[in-house]
């Protein structure tokens, strides 16, 4: 089968519950979505109108969930296709909702393979769901900020109970029925000091595969409109977000710890990231591409947004039953969205010599007022620099024997080496 040269490549978010959760994590930018989704009026980039949003049901229809399915993998080009399951908290839509949808992909598929994965906060997965998750192959993302007292500070239920002990047990359901799963742990203002403490603990909870997100948040008094992110001159940030530095004290701990004895073994998605950059291939992680406006999400109503972190009415798209997914990804709204990041930049974001492996990060952490600058500077910056220039040495010899023909885990000698005779730090 033939990949379609003429569609555009894109991948989705599906929440098909939308911002509903069971739990209620201190930190979780889903918390405002619910006056903002719940039939708000919104004026959409381009129309001069307002557009009345449709309220968000509890769960995806069937109606929508079908559509969903079939217009995704007609919209692919290739011949794999992945489905991501996000929240909000997916589980709340039931296991008869998955099975359902693995029922939809099959009648589908037209010869192409199916994955899905699916982003969960795991306090509700039982045997039952374990069962299925590992006929069906799925990869679950289990939300895990690290050891019990960092986890259970934010990471909290309705009740305010902590859920640490629940979500080690749902890790070792999955270990135990085989199904392969990763870790997502968020650095926030209680954990940026703690990376190699954190690297450790997830690896002894069974933990191969991890991805560590910086949670940057401004106070909600300084935003200036619910149309869209517009957050004051000067933004006050969140009490539980990272530091400007902490993002890159978290990660180069974790570097340090990583490649000990871990390359090849243990894959942290940031360092495959910068590591497939310095091999010429473009970055899997959408922070360090050039362009954003290839992630989009759809909500249980079936309305599309730019981007999971842009669910604002001025962001939405439009709508599954009104318009195929593949319209709404290669629309002018979608373009602009996409091309700002690389367009909108400081000067000293376009003269910086790592800029190639950022190109100014999430234009949502762009937060920063410089003076003369027409547009902001992101807040991660000082900890981006120094993550690309700690792994910098490291990464271009790994780049290098892989090059040769060998592994990224056959350059530890040398640079174990290497570091003996401090070559490089």
Known sequence: MQANPLKARFHMMAKPTSYRCNLKCEYCFYLEKEALLDGKTSSPCGQSQPTTVKPQQDVMSDSVLKRYVRDYIASQPSDSID?????????????????????????????KAITNSFQTNAVAINRQWAQFFAEHQFLIGVSVDGTPEVHDKYRISVNGKPTFERVKRTIDLLLEFQVEFNVLTVINDQNWNKGKE???????????????????EVQGSAQQSTDHYAPNREAVLTHFSVPAHGYGEFMTQVFEEWLKEDVGHVYVRMFDSVLATWLGYPASVCVQSKNCGQAMVIEANGDVYSCDHYVYPANRLGNIAQTTLSKLA?????????????LRLTDQCQSCEVHGLCYGGCPKHRIVTQAGQKHKHNYLCESYQRIFRHTAPAMHVMAQTISQGGTAADALPLLKKMRHQHVFA
């Open 198 to 216: 954190t690297y450790q603990f997830l690896k002894s909870l069974g933990a191969k595969h991890m991805q560590f997100i910086p949670i940057v």
């Open 330 to 342: 290669t629309s002018k709204q979608q373009q602009r969205f996409g091309q700002a990041k690389s």
């Open 83 to 111: 489905f991501s399951w996000q929240g909000g908290e997916p589980t709340l839509a039931g296991l008869d909702f998955y099975r359902r949808v693995v029922k939809y992909q099959r009648q589908y598929a037209a010869g």
